[in-house]
């Protein structure tokens, strides 16, 4: 899927710092800016590191500004916001962009009288690595002036004026880093100068710090004459050997050949689930702790956790066909389940992992058997049961967090300030969504892993099927007594550890979840009362509100201060994750699944815009719940495109049913 943006994109600066890119290196290290090139946020960089995968990332080339001098006359082509009026380029240069492209790699292309540019960055993959390369077109000769602008302190630190900075002949060192680079300009060693006062209009949106200070200490020429002339900088935290123009150019066909085998192997026919497959392939990260893959759960503010994890995989491993990838995180998980749980955070620095979240360890069970069924992985099966009976034990006798089986059999969680559920904001002594005692989605996914497991006892153990089949049925019928409401014709949340509350019954988009799984406990006129409610009230085009708007407590917009931001987090935020559970619930209980998919595809549409909005080719977090047209949170979510991707998945797989079965039919017809 080809992205392509006019002048009509950039009238202004402010227009042109709505859209953005992304590329990632397979360690949590990641290149981002706008679409006019300009840095938007703190954490927006041409070169963020990752010097210990994924989490210990280092703010390392905030930006290459660019200018051209020809004839005596200087023309800026960066675009930059300052609060300085000295600022030394021109805060404009997007007057002279022409055009900007988004497939293989972020291209725009520059234009000046006779003079043409085309600025391309790619990062390598598997190291800490970005390149950017230049095409000079042009009638007279003239210089292209490359000036580099540095920080190399750790990612939401801010530079000081102290730093030092020194240029060798191959690196340039400063905090205790060396970063290592290569160019065939010509490099000019300058004395340090700073430059505070860049403005970045997202942080200030958000109520973050919204003013950023870089230094400089060289820059690189770059002299064409008529004719066409190339240009490149490499920067990277590792000794490269000979890099040359071949080795540039082998790199760039190397980045592009590993996308498009992606898609290939993925086997998705539709343009849009192409793109989501290079999408989702974008989190998948190194950990160097477990010496194993994970996946970030968002850019540009998250680690990998947990609970995203769960929910992500699916998406970006089992629907892209990554199982070497899939079979690496189950693994890490299984290690480091502990007393019934998985972990929420990875351990740093020789650090346990933290391991507060009820619904990662049930998660698992759905992931793992998904995973089963796609690849028969009996070694694995065999490696994992008895991590999986542990977590049934322990969550029937109780561990930490207060999680344990009731005398219903259900699942119950959490007291005081534990947030164990996604819903976990906690603000000092608030907690605006606690959920303590039995929340819908846990007792779904607790019910499911008990369907599982009896499953899989045919694999390992049938004298154990009775068991969990008994367990199951005895959590049904207490769930549908507890949790269904026929006047309503919804889901109750959370059945509240003491008395009652009113967050008990507020309509929110965690029901949906019992709608999907693998097993759930619902009937056809259940499910499709529950589809109907969440459509009423939560449904939007880019997600689902996680409260409904008619609720006293919901909040219509995601922003202001840190406090603002997180009491407006879950209580009426659209999330865009929910929306997949949501589609493929339309779809899997649908009177006419054939007309069905009609409309999906028809209301995915919606998606498609969306993947052109905020971060090109990805899915934000969170938007708006009244108007959700902005990317909020972070601009690209591991959960919202795996999820989203699993949709185009079932759709191609439905579409296929129903082709084969008229392919069928009308043989039948003609036979007959």
Not at 67 to 73: A, K, R, T
Not at 219 to 231: H, R, T
Not at 533 to 545: I, K
């Amino acid at each position: 899927m080809r992205f392509v943006y006019g002048k009509d994109s950039w009238r202004g600066i402010q227009q042109g710092e709505e859209r953005g890119y992304l590329l990632t290196n397979g360690l949590g290290g990641f290149s981002s800016l706008s679409l006019i090139g300009s840095n938007v946020r703190n954490d927006h960089a041409l070169f963020m590191a990752a010097l210990y995968a994924p989490s210990k990332r280092y703010h390392m080339i905030t930006n290459i500004h660019a200018c051209l001098e020809v004839e005596g006359e200087v023309y800026g082509l960066s675009s930059q916001r300052y609060l300085k009026e000295e600022a030394e380029y021109d805060l404009e240069g997007f007057r002279y962009l022409q055009c900007f492209v988004m497939e293989d790699f972020p291209e725009w292309q520059y234009h000046r009288e006779d003079i043409d540019i085309v600025q391309t960055v790619w990062m390598k993959q598997g190291e800490n690595t970005v390149i950017v390369q230049y095409m000079v077109r042009s009638e007279r000769s003239g210089t292209l002036i490359l000036t580099p602008w540095m920080q190399f302190v750790a990612k939401g630190e801010r530079l000081s004026k102290d730093q030092v900075f020194e240029v060798r002949k191959d690196r340039i060192c400063s905090n205790g880093i060396s970063l290592y680079y290569w160019t065939n300009g010509e490099v000019k060693v300058q004395d340090t100068e700073f430059l505070e006062g860049w403005y970045y209009e997202k942080d200030r949106r958000d109520g973050r710090d919204f003013i950023g200070c870089t230094a400089r200490n060289h820059q690189i020429f770059c002299p064409f004459s008529s004719g066409v002339k190339e240009f490149y900088v490499v920067y990277s935290m590792e000794e490269l050997g000979a890099v040359d123009w071949n080795w540039v150019q082998r790199e760039r066909d190397r980045e592009g050949k590993r996308q498009r085998d992606l898609i290939e192997q993925a086997g998705l026919k539709g343009e849009v689930a192409q793109r989501l497959v290079r999408s989702a392939n974008q989190y998948l990260t190194w950990r160097e702790s477990t010496k194993s893959e994970s996946i970030i759960a968002g850019y540009p503010f998250f680690g990998d956790w947990g609970r995203d994890t769960m929910i992500a995989m699916v998406g970006c491993t089992l629907s892209t066909k990554q199982y070497k990838s899939a079979r690496s995180i189950l693994r890490t998980f299984l290690f480091y389940c502990k007393k019934g749980l998985m972990p929420n955070m990875f351990p740093e620095d020789g650090k346990e992992p933290i391991y507060n979240t009820v619904d990662a360890s049930l998660l698992f069970f759905e992931v793992f058997y998904l995973y089963y069924l796609a690849t028969a992985d009996q070694e694995l099966l065999e490696e994992a049961w008895s991590v999986l009976l542990d977590i049934v034990e322990w969550y029937r006798k109780g561990t930490d967090f207060q999680i344990y089986m009731d005398s219903d059999g259900l699942i119950t969680a959490g007291e005081g300030f534990d947030q164990l559920t996604w819903m976990d904001v906690r603000i000092g002594e608030i907690l605006p969504t606690p959920r303590h005692g039995k929340a819908v989605e846990v007792n779904a996914y607790w019910y499911n892993a008990l369907k599982i497991m009896a499953e899989l006892s045919d694999k390992m153990d049938r004298d154990r099927r009775e068991e969990f089949e008994g367990m199951a049925a005895k959590v049904k019928e207490h769930f549908l007594e507890l949790f269904w409401d026929e006047r309503r014709g919804y889901l109750r949340d959370v059945v509240s550890k003491t008395s009652e509350s009113n967050a008990d019954w507020q309509i929110r988009c965690n029901q949906i979840w019992a709608l999907t799984l693998c097993y759930t406990m619902l009937e056809k006129r259940q499910a499709q009362c529950v589809i109907k409610t969440v459509y009423r009230h939560l449904y939007t085009p880019w997600g689902l509100r996680s409260l409904s708007p008619k609720d006293r407590e919901y909040h219509a917009y995601y922003g202001g201060t840190q406090k603002e931001r997180d009491l407006a987090y879950h209580q009426g935020t659209v999330w865009a994750y929910p929306l997949g559970a949501y589609y493929r619930a339309v779809l899997r209980w649908a009177e006419d699944r054939s007309k069905a998919v009609s409309i999906v595809r028809h209301q995915l549409l919606a998606i498609e815009a969306c993947l052109s909005e905020g971060c090109i080719g990805q899915i934000a977090e969170i938007y708006d719940g009244d108007s959700p047209d902005t990317t909020q949170g972070c601009f690209a979510q591991a959960w919202s495109v795996g999820e989203i991707l699993r949709v185009y998945e079932e759709l191609e797989r439905l579409e296929s049913v129903f082709d084969r079965e008229g392919k069928a039919e009308r043989k039948e017809w003609k036979n007959g």
